[in-house]
């Protein structure tokens, strides 16, 4: 099993740019996570999903946006990128209750907004 | 909101030793606390995590506590070795919620 896969690894974008971070999993997970981490701040959820077809706003959603048209896929978008969406992305996923069960992470998505 | 803060921001320890690493949360509610370890270039991964029916739970060289009622939550490393060094996360989070709260991380660095 590959687990959590994230593409692409790094990105540049010009500010106003758009993008979609992908994250996959193949371990039948319901519950899935996008997690942004940034020096001193630890990790913040921008959005997540408790299942196909279903999105949820996290603690810091401005500015993105997400998908879950299939259950092993879940999409991160930025419309029109900022200099503050500069960060590391993390993508999550879990089986079952409601945050109170191991998240596996995937390796991350580095960006950079100029 | 639920808030976790996360002390000491770095520690630095000779291989050998013990490390400490303590959080605090402010949901009373919150009844599950994970922590994770972040390796250099990778995601974090659930190293022990304990339920709020628990004290204390332990798994080798590491140990979590907790203390309910002063609401606060400690991760213990013994007889540390180099390949401990990382960063580490202590959450929270509540069975009404979805969500982990994480704190702002500790930078561990094992000296040999």
């Known amino acids: 099993n590959a687990g959590v896969t994230q593409t692409p690894k790094f990105r540049v974008l010009k500010t106003g740019q758009s993008m979609t971070l992908l994250c996959a999993q193949d371990?039948?997970?319901?519950?899935m996570y996008w997690y942004r981490q940034d020096p001193g701040m630890g990790l913040r959820l921008i959005h997540y999903?408790?299942?196909?077809?279903?999105?949820a706003k996290g603690e810091v959603p401005d500015g993105y946006n997400v998908s879950r048209l299939k259950k092993q896929n879940f999409l991160l978008g930025l419309e029109s990128a900022a200099p503050s969406q500069t960060s590391v992305y993390f993508c999550?996923?879990?089986?079952?209750?409601?945050?109170?069960?191991?998240?596996?992470f995937g390796p991350g998505t580095r960006l950079l907004v100029l | 909101g639920e808030n976790v803060e996360q002390h000491p921001s770095t520690l630095s320890v000779q291989e050998g030793d013990s490390a400490v690493i303590k959080c605090t949360y402010s949901?009373?509610?919150?009844?599950?606390f994970p922590w994770y370890k972040q390796e250099l270039g990778k995601g974090p991964q659930l190293i022990i995590d304990?339920?709020?029916?628990?004290g204390e739970k332990k798994d080798q060289r590491i140990a979590v506590t907790l203390n309910k009622t002063a609401k606060h939550f400690s991760l213990h490393i013994t007889e540390t070795q180099p390949e401990d060094s990382a960063v580490y996360f202590c959450?929270?989070?509540?069975?009404?919620?979805?969500?982990?709260?994480f704190g702002s991380g500790t930078r561990l660095l094992v000296r040999p």
């Open positions: 999903s408790v299942g196909e077809g279903t999105t």
């Open positions: 959450a929270a989070s509540k069975g009404s919620s979805y969500k982990l709260i």
């Open positions: 999550a996923s879990s089986y079952d209750r409601r945050g109170q069960e191991t998240q596996y």
């Open positions: 304990i339920r709020s029916n628990v």
């Open positions: 949901d009373s509610a919150s009844n599950y």
């Open positions: 371990m039948n997970h319901e519950y």
